[in-house]
Nanobody, 120 residues
Framework: QLQLVESGGGLVQPGGSLRLSCVAS????????ISWFRQAPGKEREGVSC????????DYADSVKGRFTISRDNAENTVYLQMNSLKPEDTAVYYC?????????????WGQGTQVTVSS
């Protein structure tokens, strides 16, 4: 089965940084646009960032602009989300997803999620 696997989550203090990774298995990740979503307790799932298959187009939610950076290394079958200046409100389960079009809400496959907790 085609799969995406996230890693890199954990506990970090406010102002700290984490880098999340999303690795594809059994298919070439460069064929697909990728998005990152997150869901905090009691909140709706929201889009965080997205990137085109070649990496030439990126977009970010207003809440993370200037702090998060999405990138990809198609040779390594990996998409990254670099998260800097983390805030407690960034606490959520983060999911990567392969989408039908760049920055589309139509998801072809989801990763399993990785927990990010920002706390003192």
């Amino acid at each position: 089965q085609l799969q995406l696997v996230e890693s890199g989550g954990g506990l970090v203090q406010p102002g700290g940084s984490l880098r999340l990774s999303c690795v594809a298995s059994r298919f070439f990740l460069g064929f697909y646009p990728i998005s990152w979503f997150r869901q905090a307790p009691g909140k709706e799932r929201e889009g965080v960032s997205c990137i085109s298959n070649s990496g030439g187009i990126t977009d970010y939610a207003d809440s993370v602009k200037g702090r998060f950076t999405i990138s990809r290394d198609n040779a390594e079958n990996t998409v990254y989300l670099q998260m800097n200046s983390l805030k407690p409100e960034d606490t959520a389960v983060y999911y990567c997803a392969a989408t039908d079009g760049v920055c589309s809400a139509s998801v072809r496959v989801w990763g399993q999620g990785t927990q990010v907790t920002v706390s003192s």
